[in-house]
């Protein structure tokens, strides 16, 4: 494990995925991110690249060629280079390969730095097109974190709180085939949801259109969570799964599972990002404890 650390936290990562598997408070002496029991879930807080969400049958059509993907693509999977490290700071990247070449035909460059600021950690993503030509890529972050996260409270003792009563789209997916089905509708959200095991039994909460820039995960029970700041991100989605799971994932992204109907055209696929030769692309999000 790699370890950042100051006088408020302590964090852990693994160059598999550039995933970070730690996040511990000094001042709460509370482990913030999920342990990756694979009894549950066995990761931590994989990066989504280059798609968010399932392929219809893993496939997506580029050029009239047709290519495979695993759902969330490749990324989490595979190993990083670090590039940077200072004490506060650290940059993972992962290139193209013959490898990847087979399943995404496309030259890029990804970048993930993490950066310690007091009770924070800073995620930054930047993909840089090192290709010929554009090319088509979706992002997403997918942290768990636990909850409960203070011994002696439940799952049910948890909330989620956003900055401002939200009016969003609500996107939902098929729990038998992990496709978005045709139904989305726009809902009024109270500035709280009060957690249940019951909210997830179609699979993950997806809203598009969430204007708050800060969502939290709070305790009717303590005073401890987590504050996740979100400024540029196009869908957020909550998830666990169905009963007894000590975890509740916050996920921004920037692109989503296909829909059942799809044409498996890659480039007209929502959320997907159209980065020209020589650019780059860059969003980031935050965690804070407490």
């Known amino acids: 494990m790699i370890t950042l650390e100051n006088e408020y936290l302590t964090i852990q990562f693994k160059k598999l995925g550039a995933e970070l598997t730690k996040i511990y408070s000094k001042e709460t002496k509370l482990n ?7 009894t549950f879930w066995k990761r931590h807080a994989p990066i989504l690249f280059p798609i968010v969400g399932k392929l219809k ?12 993907l695993p759902q969330h693509g490749f990324a989490r999977d ?3 280079s670090i590039v940077n490290k200072t004490t506060s700071k650290i940059t993972f990247e992962l290139t193209y390969s013959k490898e990847t070449l087979i399943n995404y035909p496309f ?7 993490y950066e310690l600021k007091k009770n924070q950690v800073l995620v930054n993503y930047k993909v840089i097109n090192v290709d010929d030509t554009t090319i088509f890529f979706s992002i997403g972050a997918h942290p768990a974190f636990n909850c409960p996260l203070v011994k ?8 989620l709180e956003f900055e401002k009563a939200e009016k969003p789209t609500q996107l939902f997916l098929n729990p038998q ?7 989305s509708k726009t809902i009024n959200l109270e500035k709280q949801i009060d957690l249940s095991y019951d909210l997830f039994k179609n699979d993950a909460l997806m809203f598009e259109g969430i204007e708050s820039k800060k969502v939290s995960l709070k305790s009717k029970k303590h005073n401890h969570g987590i504050h996740l700041h979100i400024p540029n991100w196009r ?10 799971t000590p975890f509740i994932c916050f ?5 989503i599972a296909d829909n059942e109907n799809t044409d498996q055209v890659y480039s007209t696929k929502e959320g997907i990002q159209e980065l020209s030769v020589n650019k780059t692309y860059e969003n980031e999000y935050r965690f804070e404890v407490f």
Request: no cysteine; net charge negative.
């Open 78 to 80: 595979l190993e990083f």
């Open 251 to 255: 996920e921004p992204w920037m692109g």
């Open 235 to 244: 869908y957020l989605a909550f998830w666990t799964k169905k009963t007894n």
């Open 32 to 38: 913030y991110l999920w342990n990756g029991d694979a």
């Open 177 to 183: 085939t992990g496709f978005r089905n045709n139904i």
């Open 107 to 113: 030259k890029f460059t990804l970048q993930v730095s």
């Open 57 to 68: 049958g893993n496939t997506y059509k580029i050029n009239g060629e047709f290519y495979e």
């Open 152 to 159: 002696g409270t439940s799952f049910n003792d948890y909330y």
